[in-house]
């Protein structure tokens, strides 16, 4: 319980009562789908009674990004300016990694909130859709702590640090609930397919555009899955 317990003190902005040690969760970073569930099932209670598509789908997203207290979100703008940038590696590094907000970020976080926002509208089953993608999303970021092989020091280079590449599985198999969810199975497993290739897409281009990976594009990954799995949910 203190592994979960200080996963959702650093992944929410649930009142938890007295921090708990870091290290509890570092050593068991496959339990980020945890905060998966957490985060969108709240997001999907509260959804479930609103019956306007539009406004529900403004409701979800406001209440995954106030839950996570906006970090994921935060390291999805830092993305878009370093994405951004021209030049060498360098210069896209510093441009990620300074407090400034550039286009970039302003680009970045619009695009990727439109998209979520517009899949949920035509999502046929909101409250699933979105617990779906958070889910994903954090499955992702395990995904990104255990594999991305990090270019500076930072949380995420110490999360990396005591990660095993056999979390990968346990990460795998605490989202195999998300088959209960009453909405075709064929979708929860595209889902997760396409978690795998945004995942993929993401280690690489942040490989070649930073030589590695940071807290940023372990968050921007968060966003840009939630996003992403929203979308297909709403095209099936």
Not at 63 to 75: M, Y
Not at 121 to 127: G, K, Y
Request: glycine letters at 10%.
């Amino acid at each position: 319980m203190k592994s979960v317990i200080a996963l959702l003190q650093f992944g929410t902005s649930l009142p938890l009562g007295r921090p708990v040690d870091f290290e509890h969760f570092a050593r068991r970073s496959y339990l980020y789908p945890l905060a998966g569930y957490v985060i969108g099932g709240i997001a999907a209670a509260v959804t479930y009674w609103i019956a306007s598509p539009a406004v529900g789908a403004a409701v979800a997203v406001a209440v995954v990004l106030l839950l996570s207290g906006c970090n994921h979100f935060d390291g999805l703008l830092d993305f878009g300016d370093g994405l951004m940038a021209h030049g060498s590696r360098e210069r896209r590094i510093a441009a990620m990694t300074d407090r400034t907000t550039g286009a970039g970020a302003v680009a970045a976080g619009i695009v990727v909130t439109l998209l979520a926002f517009a899949g949920l509208q035509s999502a046929a089953h909101l409250p699933a859709a979105i617990l779906i993608a958070e889910v994903c999303a954090k499955v992702a970021m395990s995904w990104l702590t255990t594999l991305g092989v990090p270019f500076r020091e930072g949380i995420h280079s110490y999360l990396h640090g005591l990660a095993k590449p056999w979390f990968i599985v346990p990460t795998i198999l605490l989202a195999l609930p998300l088959f209960l969810l009453p909405v075709p199975r064929m979708s929860v497993a595209l889902a997760l397919a396409a978690t795998a290739v945004i995942a993929a897409l993401m280690l690489a281009l942040s490989g070649r555009l930073f030589g590695g990976v940071n807290g940023d594009v372990v968050g921007a990954t968060n966003e840009i899955v939630r996003a992403g799995v929203i979308l297909l949910l709403a095209l099936l």
